[in-house]
Structures are given as structure tokens and as C-alpha cells.
């Protein structure tokens, strides 16, 4: 979540900034597990704008690659002290001289980025102030990169029964309605009407859940994935097909992805 | 040799003519110096001398200890001789010092030579008790004796003393030319020894000696009667023209195109370690038997890769489709493959980690290079590009010109520090006077992102998965110094970027540019409906597209890079487009997942694909008509006239 922008940080305070930062980096002792952020870990903030991702170095211990990135505006990148504290919680903390590309542009610049904060892999959430330079801007802005509140179970079953409904009925405002931002931000409630109603395609004549999956955490998303059976036709003509609802869990709530490409059933 | 009166002994060490070789010996040695020909090869002439003009002359450092040697040849470089009847019984020496380099026993004793620039190969034939056997002798890259065979014997149709001192090839033709000792008869032979033909040779009053080809002539040499006969190849038995050498015992003879301003044929006298040049006609030397004109083309391969499988004898690498159909063309193409710094083409089995791997240069200039990155154990071709990039900047100026540059992937990082350092020496790199052309096949240009952190931070997790299966694929090791740099914006492309001078690419050079945009196209379900949500265009899922600007370094890198930015006939990029619909939800199903990765991994314009698949792989070709065309057939037409590969 961005809080201020451009906060301004004047010399006096960036110098003590950095020899703090110099002074207190705290490295990982010899036997900190090895493991952790070996690929690379992508966490979202919770408003969905930021996403920073870090993956351990080869070959140098304790620090790790991030790319930070902020919609709309570009991705600073670099290298920061990762200091693990326990097995799957790692501390980053430190000044980064790297580089910054602005969105839409293919030459970086030089850039310095700030940050501390704290990964908790297993519960999938983050809470990582980062205070980044950006050229054309003076002093620094601050973000507070933080993961929303953990995805609740009870509610994906609930949102689940909902799509389906609406996708049976064929009910393309309350399904744009319950979209994810993927949707969303891409396609109108009418533009998203027009195309989906234009397409010639038989209507679902039933369809039922059919087990469920548990939820799962991928690039930093969290998603709730329900098989379901449906049919299309009726009598001879019927089809019945396999597929996944995806609900993704969005600034609080479970949003409507869409299906997994629907399979003929055997 | 040719003996100009007297007996053929057959029998004992001496299978060469009694009153030639003694007596000859004696006089010619009191010749030599009394007419004080052991010289150093003079300096540039100022003007186009008439053939025949003494250009100078070479004293080899080793002299044969049995007292005889005929053959000579030329590779480009070096200057090879053989000794009759002796151990070692082959060396290669300095054209301009004699000093010789490398000694080789190949057969107890060997007659004339001649270089196939086409399979960089020295055929020798018989000097000793190995009557009538014909060798071949594979050198590599940098002109050392890996291996030899013999290939033939000559006495089921010329069997007469123990030493052949005339033996041409021809590139063109890819034949050889085959006079022996005390021969009139000129016999013109299959690399395997079959005869295709014979005719008298065009001189007169001696026996025809040494033989050289020279473009479309043969030279013809006169042991005894000091004269060089020369015959246009088409009408070998109508003399073209001929001239004296002034005293030299005329044995083995090559043409040399480098040495001197002026192209040469070296005679090899038969009793002294000394060679002579004498000018010939101006574009009549084509090195290792090639017609004058002929195109090199130098690959460089990717990474992973071993340069010895890009050799025309050996294609057992990527881009067989285009290599073969070149090395098929030896009069109009020669190839050549690069070896890396650390290439893996040098491991050996032998239990030596890297045998005749050369020190790395030093001439990195302004690249930047790891100075911890020296290792002669290690050879797997991720090398620090900085060597590689001087190696191949010193190896394309030893090639005979015109030479065109075709590099695939990483090998394009390498071509691309090639280009700085020659750009920043300008026209006095001579690397710039060899080359006039380059060619890329998805080449690294500013980078791979599988070699860094990006595409981690893609929204669709599909993406991610692809991508992370492509690095997993690439099997790039990040430890690796050449893996390093050829991440984007590592130290190395900064250095080449610094020396970058606009438009990109030396003026005089012809560019062209193959890269891949597999576009996945994201199509969501919701049931039987679908929703386009947009496209991801991965590049060739190793290297993504990246800017065509010159001085661009996006942070994922990318294979596109236009000089001048403006396509022009002989600047120009081509697209290899492709395009598979995955659905992005399809992650969450996992046998979806797998079968969607196993669809996009499976276009042919992916890395893992596109250099087995060129026939396959379709270009819009950029000739006036701009037909499609398959990549293949498009980089070979482009060869034909690189200068002007679009117009």
C-alpha cells in the first residue's frame, strides 16, 4: 500500500539512513536454512498495486535478487540482505543501489531502494516498508508493502456456489459483478455483457460441484480452486464436461477468475 | 620429386631416383647459398609484380635429418612441410619467420601436401616405404594435428618411386590432383582415390614435380628445369602461361594469398629447409584449394554447445539444416566453427580435463571480464564471454575474406563483444577488413532473462510456471562466468554498451537479425464461454524481444537489436512468430498445466527448437517480393550476397 508519494527525505537524514542500514544489517549465522527463498517468492500487498519478489543469490549467502514492482509506475530492482530468523521466516532489511525501469520504458537508471521488513512463508503473508528513489522525483516514496488478511475457507464455498449459479443462468452482469480484477480492469460490465452474450455456445443445463481442492498460494496469489461437472444439451445431445471454478482472494474477498478449460468427462 | 636422368631404385630406405638425389643434393646446397636466396619474404611491393617476380623466401628452423623434403602447403596461417623418410615427418611453421611450431609423425615419411580449407584437413601423400598411401589429416580450429588415416594407395593405377612430390585439391570440385615422382602424367582423383581422369602435364624436357591450385589454374613444377607450367584446370593439356624461379629445385607448391600483398605460390626446394615465393596473377590464390571468392562462414555456437560439432565432417549439432547445405557448396562456402574460451569441444575423455586448450587472450580491451575466471580444467562453454570475444576478433582476421558471421544465442553475446572491440579500434582491426557480414539466430543481444530474477513478478501464474520450466531447461548455472554475463544488464553488457558506437554495428558491416515472439494468448473460460484476457509475447521463452534500440538494456533483457534502427537492404530483422491459446486458470488443473506447458514448449521458434527446426520455421523474407520463407532458405539465399541481402 502506498502511503506518501513522493515522501521527501532530506541529505542529512538519507546519509544517517544509510549508515544505519551499514551498521545494523544483521547477517544469518552458518547453519540458517539453506532453503529458503532458493526460487523465487513473490508477495502482493493486499490493495494489489505492489508485488515485490526476492530469490536467494547463488553463490553469495544471505542476500537475495528482488524485484520490486508498482503498477502503472515500473520495477526497481537490486539486491538486499536477507537475514533468516527462523525456518520459514526471513528478515530483509538494508540500501540497495539498483536500478529502476520505469513502466512502459526499456532503459533503466540508477535508483536506490530502502528496505525492512518481514516474510513469513508459511503463513504466506509479508509486511515490508520499502522507500524507493524514482528519477524526475525528489526524495524518496514510501510503500508499505502488506499482505491482506489470510483468505477465508468458509467464504471460497459460499462465493464457489455463487459463480456457478450465475454461470448456469448465464447471468453475465452479476458474474462481472463477483470478477476479478482480471476482469475487471480489462473489460466494462458492458463490454464484458457484449462479448460474453455474443457468443453462440449451449446453454449449461446442469452443473454441480464435485470435491473440492484446498486453497493454494501461487506468485503470491491466493486462489481457491472448486472442480464442478456440468452439462450441456439435454437427451442424446448431451455433454457433460469437467472443469474448475478459480476464485482468487482480492482485497478481502473471494472474486470469480473464470474455469479451467472444461474437459469431456469419460 | 622428379629426377632428371637416371635409374629408379626400388628396394631399401632410398626409393628415389640414384643420380638425382646425391648428387643433386651436393650441388643444389652450393647453389643456395652461393646465390644467397635464404632471405626473409620482403615487404609489401608497391605494385602488381609479372608472375615469377621473386616475393622472397623462408628458411624452415627444423631441417629433415634424411636430407629431402617436397611438400608444402599453405593453410592461411601457417606454412606445413614434410620430410621423406623421417620422424617426425610433418611440421607446421611461421610463413614469415620459418620458425616452426609444431612437429608431427604421421607415416615415417611423407611426400607432397595439400590443404582442404573446405574440411580443414592436410592430404599427404607417400615418402618412404609407404608407397602409393595417401593420408588424410584432420586439423582443428587452430591448425593442430588432432588425427590421420590413410585413405588410398595410388599403385593400382601409378606405383613409381617411393615419393610423390605433386598433390593438388581442389575445393571447387572437392578432388584432388595427383602427379608422383618421375611423372609426366598429371592424374586427377576422387578424395577416395578413385581416378577420374589423367593428362600429360603441360611442360617439357623434365618431369612434372610439385602441384598447386591457384583458383582455376594449376601450377605445374619443373624439378630440374626450374620452371613453373601453368594450365587453366578446364584445358590442362593448352599452357596458360609459365616462368622461371631462377635456380630453386622446384618440389611441393602452394599459393598463399596472406603473406604478402602480392598472392604467391611457394616452391619448396627438395635438399634445404627453405621455401620460395614468386608473385602469380593478382586473385589467383584461393588458400586450401577454394575458388578465389569463396565465403566463409563463421558459426558461432550457443551455450552448452561443442565446436566441434559444427564442423563440415562432424554435424552432429544444432543448425544441420543450413550447415549442410553449405559445406555441400565448397566452392562457394567454407565453414568454420569457433571454439569458446573453456569450450566444451575440448574435453577429453583421456582423464586430461581440457587437452590443447589455449590460454584465454588477453586482448578483452574495454569488455569486461572476471579476472577469477581462468581455469584450464574447466571446459563446458560458459567461459567468460571477454575471451571468447578477443579469440574470435583474432580468429576472424586470420580467415580468408569475405567471412560471415552467424551466431546463435549466447554466441551472439560473444559477436556482440566482438563488434564493440572491433568498433573501437575501427578499420584497424582487422577482423573489419575479413568480415562483412553478421548474422543472429536468437542471439543474446541484451541478455537472457533465464539468466537473472526476471519473470517472477509475472500476474498470471501460468506464465510463471512456463517460464520457470524454460530456466529449468536452459540449464544455466549461475555460478558460471559466461552464465553471468549473460544476464541483462550484467557488467559485461554494460561494457559492450559503453563502447557502443551509433548506429550499433560497424557501417560496413551487412546485419541480420533472427529472433522468435511466441505470443501465448490468454483465453479464460467461464464453462463453455471464453474471454480473451490479453497476450504475453515470451519471446523464445529463453530470450524475450527485448528493444530494438541499440542502447537500450530492458531488465529482462531480449534477442531484437536494430542498428541505426531503420531496416535497410542490408539491415534487417526477422520475426519468427508463433502463437498457442493456453487458458491462464489452466494452472490450477494440473494435468491441464502439463499439457499446456508441453504445447508452448513444443513451438518451433522456441530456443529448445528453432535450431533444429529452421526448415520448418517461417520468415517473411525481406527480398522485393518478400515471400515466406523458411528460415533456412532465407539465410542461405542471404549468404549468397549478404552486402545486399535485401534489396
Known amino acids: 500500500m502506498r502511503l506518501t508519494r513522493p515522501l521527501t527525505v532530506g541529505v542529512a537524514l538519507s546519509a544517517s539512513l544509510l549508515g544505519a542500514a551499514a551498521g545494523g544489517t544483521v547477517y544469518a549465522s552458518a547453519d540458517s536454512p539453506p532453503s529458503q527463498l532458493a526460487a523465487p517468492y513473490v508477495i502482493r500487498d493486499a490493495s494489489g498495486t505492489e508485488a515485490l519478489s526476492v530469490q536467494l543469490q547463488q553463490g553469495v549467502r544471505n542476500t537475495g535478487s528482488f524485484d520490486f514492482s508498482v503498477a502503472g509506475v515500473g520495477d526497481w530492482t537490486g539486491v538486499i540482505t536477507v537475514a533468516p530468523v527462523s525456518a520459514r521466516i526471513s528478515h530483509l532489511k538494508g540500501i540497495s543501489t539498483g536500478l529502476f525501469e520505469a513502466t512502459g520504458a526499456t532503459t533503466p537508471v540508477p535508483a536506490t531502494v530502502r528496505m525492512e521488513g518481514e516474510i513469513d512463508q508459511s503463513h504466506n503473508s509479508a509486511a515490508v516498508n520499502i522507500w524507493v528513489s524514482q528519477p524526475g522525483h525528489p526524495g524518496q516514496a514510501h510503500y508499505l508493502l502488506q499482505t491482506g488478511s489470510p483468505p477465508n475457507a468458509s467464504q471460497a464455498l459460499r462465493a464457489a456456489q455463487q459463480a456457478l449459479t450465475a454461470l448456469q443462468h448465464q447471468d453475465w452482469p452479476a458474474i462481472w459483478q463477483m470478477a476479478a480484477s482480471s476482469v475487471t480492469d480489462r473489460y466494462t460490465q458492458d463490454q464484458f455483457v457484449q462479448v460474453m452474450s455474443g457468443q453462440q455456445q449451449p446453454s449449461m443445463s446442469s452443473a454441480s460441484f464435485s470435491g473440492h481442492r484446498p486453497i493454494a498460494v501461487v506468485s503470491g496469489i491466493s486462489y481457491y480452486t472448486q472442480p464442478i461437472t456440468f452439462t450441456t444439451g439435454v437427451g442424446g445431445s448431451a455433454t457433460t464436461y469437467t472443469a474448475s471454478l478459480v476464485l482468487v482472494w482480492e482485497k478481502g474477498q473471494w472474486r470469480f477468475a473464470g474455469t479451467s478449460q472444461p474437459q469431456p468427462s469419460s | 620429386m622428379k629426377a632428371a636422368t637416371g635409374e629408379t631404385i626400388r628396394g631399401g630406405l632410398w626409393h628415389v631416383t640414384r643420380s638425382s638425389l646425391f648428387v643433386l643434393l651436393a650441388s643444389m646446397l652450393l647453389i643456395i647459398q652461393g646465390i644467397g636466396l635464404v632471405t626473409r619474404p620482403t615487404a609489401a611491393l608497391a605494385a602488381d609484380p609479372s608472375p615469377g617476380t621473386p616475393l622472397g623466401s623462408v628458411h624452415l628452423s627444423v631441417s629433415c635429418s634424411s636430407g629431402i623434403g617436397v611438400g608444402i602447403t599453405f593453410d592461411g596461417t601457417n606454412l606445413w612441410y614434410s620430410c621423406y623418410n623421417q620422424s617426425p615427418d610433418l611440421f607446421r611453421a611461421s610463413p614469415t619467420t620459418g620458425q616452426v611450431s609444431a612437429s608431427y609423425t604421421i607415416a615415417g615419411g611423407l611426400g607432397a601436401l595439400a590443404y582442404d580449407a573446405a574440411d580443414n584437413v592436410i592430404y599427404a601423400s607417400y615418402g618412404g616405404s609407404n608407397i602409393g598411401e595417401v593420408y588424410s589429416i584432420q586439423l582443428d580450429s587452430h591448425k593442430n594435428v588432432v588425427s590421420s588415416k590413410a585413405i588410398f594407395n595410388t599403385c593400382s593405377f601409378s606405383c613409381l618411386t617411393s615419393i610423390d612430390d605433386g598433390l593438388a585439391f581442389d575445393a571447387g570440385t572437392h578432388t584432388l590432383y595427383f602427379s608422383p615422382d618421375t611423372s609426366t602424367t598429371v592424374w586427377h582423383l576422387s578424395t577416395s582415390g578413385t581416378v577420374l581422369g589423367s593428362f600429360p602435364w603441360a611442360g617439357t624436357g623434365c618431369y612434372n614435380s610439385g602441384l598447386a591450385i591457384g583458383d582455376e589454374l594449376l601450377f605445374e613444377g619443373a624439378d630440374g628445369c626450374t ?417 545486399k541481402g535485401c534489396s
Not at chain 2, 277 to 304: D, L, M, Q, W, Y
Not at chain 2, 314 to 343: E, H, I, K, M, W
Not at chain 2, 367 to 388: E, Q, R, T, W
Request: net charge negative.
Open chain 2, 227 to 643: 620452371t613453373v607450367y601453368v594450365v587453366d584446370k578446364a584445358t590442362p593439356t593448352k599452357l596458360d602461361f609459365s616462368f622461371s624461379t631462377g635456380g630453386t629445385r622446384d618440389e611441393g607448391l602452394t599459393c598463399d594469398d596472406s603473406t604478402f600483398r602480392q598472392d604467391a605460390i611457394w616452391s619448396k626446394d627438395a635438399y634445404t629447409p627453405v621455401a620460395y615465393a614468386f608473385a602469380i596473377p593478382s586473385g589467383s590464390c584461393g588458400v586450401g584449394g577454394k575458388p578465389v571468392g569463396t565465403r566463409t562462414v563463421e558459426f558461432v555456437h550457443g551455450i552448452n554447445g561443442n565446436y566441434r560439432q559444427f564442423e563440415c565432417g562432424n554435424l552432429s549439432g544444432s543448425f544441420r539444416a543450413v550447415l549442410a547445405r553449405l559445406c555441400a557448396q565448397p566452392a562457394q562456402f567454407t565453414v568454420d566453427s569457433f571454439p569458446y574460451y573453456q569450450d566444451q569441444g575440448y574435453s577429453s575423455s583421456s582423464g586430461q580435463a581440457c587437452p590443447n586448450m589455449p590460454a584465454p587472450g588477453t586482448n578483452t580491451g574495454i569488455l569486461y571480464v572476471d579476472p577469477h575466471s581462468i581455469d584450464p580444467n574447466v571446459c563446458d562453454s560458459k567461459g567468460a564471454l571477454a575471451f571468447s570475444a578477443a579469440a574470435l576478433d583474432a580468429h576472424l582476421a586470420k580467415l580468408s575474406g569475405p567471412v560471415s558471421v552467424v551466431a546463435h544465442s549466447m554466441g551472439g553475446a560473444i559477436t556482440r563483444g566482438w563488434l564493440a572491440l572491433a568498433g573501437t579500434k575501427g578499420a584497424s582491426d582487422p577482423s573489419l577488413s575479413k568480415v562483412d557480414s553478421v548474422l543472429f539466430m536468437q542471439g543474446a543481444q541484451a541478455g537472457s532473462w533465464a539468466a537473472g530474477v526476471g519473470g517472477a513478478l509475472n500476474s498470471v501464474p501460468i506464465v510463471d510456471r512456463i517460464v520457470q520450466e524454460a530456466t529449468h531447461l536452459a540449464h544455466l548455472d549461475a555460478n558460471r562466468p559466461g552464465v553471468i554475463d549473460v544476464a541483462p544488464l550484467s557488467p559485461w553488457y554494460k561494457s559492450v554498451n559503453t563502447a557502443l558506437r551509433y548506429p550499433g554495428v560497424p557501417t560496413q558491416l551487412a546485419y541480420y537479425n533472427f529472433y522468435s515472439a511466441l505470443s501465448l494468448q490468454l483465453r479464460v473460460n467461464f464453462g463453455p464461454f471464453t474471454l480473451d484476457e490479453g497476450s504475453f509475447n515470451a519471446g523464445d521463452l529463453v530470450m524475450l524481444p527485448g528493444s530494438d534500440k541499440p542502447t537500450d538494456m530492458p531488465l529482462a533483457g531480449g534477442a531484437k537489436f536494430l542498428p541505426g534502427g531503420v531496416r535497410t537492404t542490408n539491415r534487417h530483422e526477422f520475426v519468427m512468430p508463433d502463437q498457442i491459446d493456453i487458458n491462464p486458470l489452466d494452472f490450477a488443473v494440473p494435468p491441464l498445466l502439463a499439457g499446456d506447458i508441453q504445447r508452448v514448449l513444443a513451438s518451433p521458434v522456441t530456443h529448445f527448437n528453432f535450431s533444429t527446426q529452421t526448415d520448418q520455421v517461417m520468415v517473411t523474407g525481406c527480398g522485393p517480393r518478400s515471400p515466406q520463407a523458411s528460415v533456412t532458405s532465407e539465410v542461405l539465399r542471404i549468404l549468397q550476397n549478404p552486402t
